[in-house]
């Protein structure tokens, strides 16, 4: 039997060091124990996988969720890419002769590679500068003599410090390389660059302005053609919204140490600058002969050199944090988009909208296999309605169609008619079919893989999107895997934001969803099983050839026969693939083979009762602790449970179909597409997403949109502005809310444009919003229950959750129970 590894009796007390400093920090920050993140760790160095310590290690752990430990591991590779930049900063000031016990003890301190870059700023290797050539000159002492002495004459002190050799042939010259030192000195000074960048992260601005022509040219920009904010505190959409402009041409950016439109603050704030750099120079105004020399010293090295290295700095942290931001909410919006409600295993009818080209057609029957394609032209020019509708209802009489899946594209609400005619032609059917607007958002791009090649091999490239339009209704996620998470259309400024971060978020939200839902070893593809913990793109090509070859699994255990699939892949990835109908009943559950001894125990004990009412500390001991038996007595109270919501699907009226059929006041049904920080962008039919600002979200203050709104989710709006001619429009979940005189309510936005919220610089609208709204009535919006399927690969279907006695009884059969 398995050990699964415990929590520490005990935790040894001793000041951290090495990799115990990182644990503990880590631990501090997550508000969690310095033990379980090392537990943590030595699991994901050891090679497993997240899903798999956060399912099936919680003893490990104390329990560390999914969320912590992404966090955790994100911690841990920004701190020991720390450790390893310290190290070599160590070893270059060193190599240099320069590595002083003081500096040493400040390079070890540094805990921000900021902050480590600011003490080893004087060490690097760099171009000889103005201050490198004064010192060759031997002008160091002149500068010293004058910090030191300010009741010196400057003139007739660096009368001493001639050097025609070097150029120096006057005291303006030798004056003027001692200030290149001083200022150089300023600039590389670790505390002042620290104390400094703070200030002006929260009392500067960042400002922008339009270039010179090029006002017509960027009107998306238009919000910042003469903006200024605090760095501090800015929306992220704002920050790359920002970046993005200056880019392109349109913006230029600068950060001022107060707002320019105040020239009294700017010159006070200024000279406060000015002033620090001073004193970090050791010099001060006090009438002396050299005061005034070195005072313009401390104003030159501010607006030189010290300013335009913190606006580069704080340019770089603007962006870092605005990333982390659109990271998140990428990350976020692709987690709802894949965990979307399936339909299930229900024969469906994909049409892919088109007009000159027209209308794709697949049929996928419930195992998501293709059985018939076709094209129809419908739509002007051809206007061959009547034949489209003869041979769609064809089509859904042969195979039993049950839904109709319509790609939003162009022609879509056009396509929605011919959809709603052919369910009228069905009268005669059992069940007549739903007709359902899906996102089509990347079925392009996987109508082109090599994927869509190898999986519908001879069918024409145009087919392949209807049938991922027919399938992503079907099973959301087991379809949308197939896809790069970033072309399914739920993120902002994806192409400004770093790559390889982006990826591997988005890549670890993909494996989260996989395995928080389980797939069918026996029906999933291979980019479905490749996102299971332990799997991967080899093996998972392997699991398919094997069952090509060998038939369905019927065991798990048959798995360690998949060539290249060892102990160490099996332990992680066995719990999360499932095998319905196979020789043992518990592998088509989510409880690890590692723990069927103690789930057949439960299962004996319980009888013909449920396992719920037992008391999960009757079957803990030394191998299985308290939370591993707790969640094995949830999977066997109903086992393959999915945790995706059920299945339902909006509206749109009838007669409204683009943006001038649209009027304020009206309320309609739409889904949640995208949300942003500044609020949730809904589909309401008409070809143009509309936004609901997060100030029109709810009557409370509400800080993210996530809180109140999913992508997926099936709301109800309610038109504040409808502008065609920007294709813009403003809605509100509120439906009590009323537009203003004339139809203008809360300024809506496009979706994708740069300056997708509006408000510039001035007090947010969501606060503005919070505070008019505090106290009113709260809307009740439409949510989503939990649903029952068995799975969650290619073709899982909804089923009744099986009774812990159906489990039981089934191990009877199979001789396992007594």
């Given at each position: 039997m398995t050990q699964l590894p415990q929590a520490p009796s005990s935790v040894p007390s001793a000041t951290p060091t090495g990799d115990d400093a990182i644990y503990a920090q880590i631990a501090t920050e997550l508000g969690v124990k310095a033990w379980q993140v090392k537990a943590a760790v030595e699991l994901l160095d050891g090679g497993s996988t997240v899903p798999f310590i956060a399912r099936y290690r919680k003893e490990a752990t104390g329990t560390l969720d999914d969320t912590q430990l992404r966090d955790l591991e994100e911690r841990l590779r920004y701190l020991r890419e720390l450790a390893d930049r310290r190290r070599a900063v160590l070893e270059a000031v060193e190599a240099q002769g320069q590595l002083t016990p003081e500096l040493k003890t400040a390079i070890l301190a540094a805990d921000t590679k900021s902050r480590l870059e600011d003490i080893y700023l004087p060490f690097k290797s760099k171009r000889r500068t103005k201050a490198q050539i004064a010192r060759e000159a031997g002008l160091e002492p002149l500068a010293e003599a004058l910090v030191r002495r300010p009741d010196l004459q400057p003139e007739q002190e660096a009368a001493k410090y001639l050097n025609t050799e070097h150029a120096i042939g006057d005291a303006t010259a030798a004056l003027a390389g001692a200030r290149a030192i001083l200022v150089e000195r300023a600039a590389q000074d670790p505390d002042l660059a620290a104390t400094l960048r703070e200030r002006l992260w929260t009392q500067g601005r960042m400002v922008s302005r339009v270039k010179k022509g090029k006002e017509a040219e960027g009107q998306k920009f238009a919000d910042y053609f003469d903006f200024a904010q605090a760095p501090a505190g800015m929306p992220s959409h704002r920050v790359l919204a920002l970046l993005r402009g200056e880019k392109d041409g349109i913006l230029e950016l600068d950060l001022a140490e107060a707002d320019p439109a105040d020239d009294d603050a700017l010159a006070a704030a200024r000279s406060r600058y000015e002033s620090a750099v001073a004193r970090c120079l050791g010099v001060a105004d006090r009438g002396r002969p050299a005061d005034a020399w070195?005072?313009?010293?401390?104003?030159?090295?501010?607006?030189s050199r010290v300013l335009a290295r913190l606006t580069a700095d704080l340019r770089g942290r603007m962006f870092a944090e605005a990333e982390d931001e659109a990271v998140r909410v990428f990350a976020a919006n692709l987690r709802d988009v894949l965990l979307a409600a399936?339909?299930?295993?229900?024969a469906t009818l994909g049409l892919d909208p088109g007009l000159r080209t027209g209308v794709k057609v697949a049929v996928v029957d419930g195992t998501g296999k293709v059985v018939a394609t076709d094209t129809v032209y419908p739509h002007a020019p051809a206007k061959k309605w009547d034949e489209a509708l003869a041979t769609l209802v064809k089509l859904a009489r042969q195979h039993a169609v049950e839904l109709v899946a319509i790609g939003n594209g162009t022609a879509s609400r056009e396509t929605d008619k011919l959809a709603a005619e052919l369910i009228k032609l069905l009268p005669d059917v059992d069940r007549k079919p739903q007709k359902l607007v899906v996102s089509e958002a990347g079925a392009s791009v996987y109508s082109a893989s090599?994927?869509?090649?190898?999986e519908l091999p001879g069918m024409d490239v145009s087919l392949r999107g209807a049938v991922s339009i027919a399938r992503r209704l079907q099973d959301p996620l087991a379809e949308l895997v197939k896809i790069d998470p970033k072309s399914i259309g739920v993120g902002q400024y994806q192409h400004d934001v770093t790559a390889s971060k982006l990826d591997r978020s988005l890549d670890a939200v993909v494996e989260d969803c996989v395995n928080a839902v389980g797939v069918d070893v026996n029906t999933a593809s291979p980019a479905l099983l490749s996102r299971v913990a332990?799997?991967?793109?080899?093996?998972?090509?392997?699991?398919?050839?094997?069952?090509?070859?060998?038939?369905?699994?019927?065991?798990?255990?048959?798995?360690?026969?998949?060539?290249?699939?060892?102990?160490?892949?099996?332990?992680?990835?066995?719990?999360?693939?499932?095998?319905?109908?196979?020789?043992e009943p518990l592998d088509a559950s989510s409880v690890h083979p590692e723990s069927y001894a103690v789930a057949r125990k439960i299962l004996v004990a319980a009888g013909s009762a449920s396992a719920s009412s037992l008391d999960a500390r009757d079957f803990v001991d030394d191998t299985f602790g308290l939370p591993t038996v707790t969640d094995i007595l949830a999977e066997l109270d109903k086992p393959g449970r999915d945790p995706r919501p059920a299945f339902a699907a909006a509206t749109f009226s009838e007669g409204i179909e683009k943006i001038s059929d649209l009027k304020p006041g009206m309320v309609l049904e739409g889904t949640v597409t995208n949300v942003a920080a500044f609020g949730a962008f809904v589909d309401i039919g008409v070809h143009q997403d509309g936004l609901v600002h997060v100030s029109a979200l709810a009557n409370r203050f509400v800080s993210d949109p996530r809180e109140v709104v999913k992508s997926g989710q099936v709301v109800r709006v309610k038109v504040l502005e409808a502008d065609p001619e920007r294709k813009r429009i403003?809605?509100?979940?509120?439906?009590?809310?009323?537009?203003?005189?004339?139809?203008?309510?809360?300024?809506?936005?496009?979706?994708?444009t740069p300056a997708a919220e509006r408000s510039g610089g001035r007090p947010q609208p969501a606060e503005r919003g919070a505070r008019q709204d505090a106290g009113r009535r709260r809307q009740d919006h439409q949510k989503t229950g939990g649903r029952n399927t068995s799975g969650g690969g290619r073709g899982s279907s909804p089923k009744p959750e099986p009774a812990n006695t159906a489990m039981a009884e089934a191990l009877r059969r199979a001789g396992l129970g007594k």
């Open positions: 070195l005072m313009q010293t401390a104003q030159v090295a501010w607006r399936p339909a299930g295993n229900r090599a994927l869509a090649a190898a332990g799997v991967g793109p080899l093996l998972s090509e392997n699991i398919v050839a094997y069952r090509n070859e060998h038939g369905p699994f019927a065991r798990r255990t048959d798995l360690k026969k998949v060539p290249r699939l060892g102990a160490k892949a099996f332990e992680q990835c066995a719990g999360f693939l499932r095998i319905t109908g196979g020789a403003s809605l509100t979940l509120r439906l009590d809310d009323e537009p203003a005189a004339g139809g203008k309510g809360t300024r809506g936005a496009g979706a994708g």
